[in-house]
């Protein structure tokens, strides 16, 4: 794992890591609201490298090593009311992002798995980019609508809690979250926890990333009409036990997406438990495997 910067164009850097074989199939994988590369685990990506792909992950805009804007973004009750600073970016930019990655890697099309947000920027580049995409993988995420894959008020009285200012509160706030929303089937990891949010602050301190990534997703609103457009296989995959987006969203977009199969996996929430690694691994490896999209 050799950590580098990529130009995405449009004066966005993106931080990466490739793990496999160079010449193996580029399995691409996005992070979710927040997080950064190296919340998919080190060894989760080993094993997906194992079974024959180069994985790559990455930090999105405003998350980890790669670029952050400066804007104050909106606080929620204006972003629910649909007024954002102008300077607001949507899933769409972050889209061409990724996409921008792919560019500066040398990578034409290749397989997607995206965890909740992650999920929604590779539904976003199979809709809007679709001779990129090989496979797609749309992990605990869902479609923009209102009426579906809604938190857990539970969970949206943690989302309102104030930002973390110290090392020690970034730790101790991903730990109530994560205790909150994880996967109740399966042992929490609180360890594997506290090493990845104090990882993360060392990377990236900065405030207002988390802020204007959910402006991007609120922004762009209900986006059912442009999964209709997707044409890549796809696999959607939902826990049963997520209070972060309801699995109702998991269905919908399942539903939405041309040809989609939903995988629910039991006792999974809002996390990637190691317990359920076995299925998840055998889920997005075989998904992209069963694919006959020759590669170009």
């Not at 994985?55 to 973004?73: I, K, L, M, Q, Y």
């Not at 207002?208 to 609103?221: H, M």
């Not at 990637?272 to 694919?291: F, V």
């Amino acid at each position: 794992m050799n950590e580098q910067i990529a130009d995405a164009g449009r004066g966005i850097s993106l931080a990466y890591e490739r793990i496999g074989d160079d010449g193996a199939e580029p399995l691409v994988l996005v992070a979710g609201l927040g997080q950064q590369l190296h919340s998919w685990p080190d060894a989760f990506c080993a094993e997906l490298a194992g079974r024959g792909f180069q994985v790559v992950r990455f930090d999105n805009r405003d998350a980890g090593r790669s670029t952050h804007p400066r804007f104050r973004p909106a606080k929620l009750p204006a972003m629910f009311a649909g007024r954002f600073p102008p300077e607001q970016y949507d899933l769409r930019d972050m889209a061409a992002d990724t996409v921008g990655l792919l560019d500066a890697l040398g990578l034409d099309r290749v397989h997607f798995a995206g965890v909740s947000m992650g999920g929604m920027i590779s539904q976003s580049v199979a809709a809007l980019h679709p001779t990129r995409v090989r496979t797609l993988t749309s992990i605990m995420s869902t479609t923009g609508s209102r009426l579906i894959g809604r938190p857990a008020f539970s969970t949206l009285r943690l989302m309102g809690a104030k930002p973390p200012k110290s090392r020690e509160e970034a730790v101790e706030s991903a730990v109530k979250m994560f205790r909150h929303i994880s996967s109740h089937g399966f042992p929490f990891d609180e360890a594997w926890v506290r090493e990845t949010a104090g990882t993360g602050w060392d990377r990236d301190p900065t405030a207002g990333g988390v802020g204007r990534q959910l402006g991007a997703i609120l922004k762009s609103g209900n986006r059912t009409a442009w999964l209709r457009k997707i044409t890549a296989p796809t696999l959607v995959v939902h826990g049963d036990r997520d209070r972060m987006v309801h699995p109702t969203g998991g269905a919908a977009t399942a539903r939405a997406i041309p040809g989609a199969r939903l995988e629910t996996v039991r006792g999974m929430g809002h996390n990637l438990p190691e317990g359920a690694w076995p299925a998840l691994l055998d889920l997005i490896a075989g998904h992209a495997r069963s694919s006959d999209v020759p590669t170009t």
